[in-house]
């Protein structure tokens, strides 16, 4: 008779060295989240990917929005690390709170130094445990995963990754607040995709145009100024760090105020907005050469410097139209 022989042997197996090396992982504990940052770029979480055709990519994400940044990088040094986070951290700031692994590049003096001179805490996930660093763990994830499916339709790496980037910054993030899109809490504003094609364009901008339009012309006293094919003028050719008048001539009008004019003396066609070019009186000299100027323009240069659509009997027509003069 043996009173606690149960324990006895318990507490035996629990001291026996053998049976300890080979038993099973324990249960696991009870999960301990984050805490939910309040702000923009309170924590962000980086780690590494790669390599993938010889690039590794830095990846960053912040808690709070969930604002994605991949930064492709032939060498995962400190500097190299280094200087693709002050990159970063030059648009946005420097966060408060950094969340790694311990990566090398990551753990050494240099980066320490880094995040102690910047105010940043640097907190470093417990090795061989990514669920530590999960956001930057699941973002790389879900980058490997896509980039494979964008480039298997053969489109180049370097855009693949632009490709990736816009759709998740526009796409609503259930765990960003309110649910919206990373690009919405980080810019204010939702991004503009090809999805926007779709909804008609509102006229509330041309409305608003035509009133600062009103407005600038009385501050300046501006009057409209309209000129037709064949029309002599004087256009601003500009060369280095000064410019003149150049006798020219009207051939098309191409925008509201923009004109493609034909300079006969430089054997040139250029494209000149109306407050660069003034009406150039007909003098006898001018009408003496007119035909030979307006005639004998090189066409080959008009279909070959603008990619014209006319074709050669077009810009003849348009070039021996009968000349206006402005009203």
């Known amino acids: 008779y043996w009173p606690g022989i149960d324990e006895s042997i318990a507490q035996l197996v629990r001291t026996c060295t053998d049976c300890a090396s080979v038993a099973k992982t324990s249960n696991k504990t009870t999960l301990q989240s984050w805490p939910l940052p309040e702000k923009p770029w309170q924590r962000v979480h980086i780690d590494f990917a790669g390599p993938v055709d010889g690039w590794f990519y830095l990846i960053l994400v912040d808690a709070f929005r969930k604002w994605p940044e991949v930064v492709p990088t032939k060498r995962i040094t400190t500097a190299a690390t280094l200087a693709i986070l002050q990159g970063i951290f030059a648009r946005f700031g420097m966060p408060e709170t950094l969340v790694s692994d311990n990566g090398r590049q990551l753990v050494s003096e240099e980066f320490e130094r880094y995040c102690d001179s910047n105010g940043i805490l640097h907190l470093k996930t417990p090795p061989f445990h990514p669920q530590s660093n999960g956001l930057a763990e699941r973002f790389v994830d879900t980058f490997k995963r896509t980039l494979k499916k964008i480039t298997a339709g053969g489109e180049a790496l370097a855009q693949a990754i632009d490709t990736f980037l816009l759709c998740y910054r526009s796409t609503p993030c259930r765990s960003a607040p309110e649910g919206k899109t990373p690009a919405e809490v980080l810019l204010g504003r939702p991004l503009r995709t090809s999805l926007d094609l779709l909804k008609p364009p509102t006229p509330f901008h041309k409305i608003e145009n035509s009133k600062q339009e009103k407005q600038f012309n009385q501050q300046h006293g501006a009057k409209a100024r309209h000129y037709q094919p064949k029309d002599r003028v004087w256009a601003k050719v500009y060369k280095n760090n000064d410019w003149s008048w150049q006798p020219g001539q009207v051939l098309e009008r191409v925008g509201r ?25 007909e003098s006898d000299d001018d009408a003496a050469a007119k035909p030979s100027q307006s005639v004998q323009i090189p066409l080959d240069i008009l279909l070959e410097s603008w990619d014209w659509e006319h074709s050669r009997s ?9 000349h206006r003069s402005l009203r």
């Open 314 to 322: 077009q810009l003849k027509q348009l070039l021996m139209r009968p």
């Open 257 to 281: 105020v923009i004109y493609n004019v034909w300079l006969p003396t430089k054997q040139n066609l250029i494209r000149s907005h109306c407050n660069q070019m003034k009406q150039r009186c």
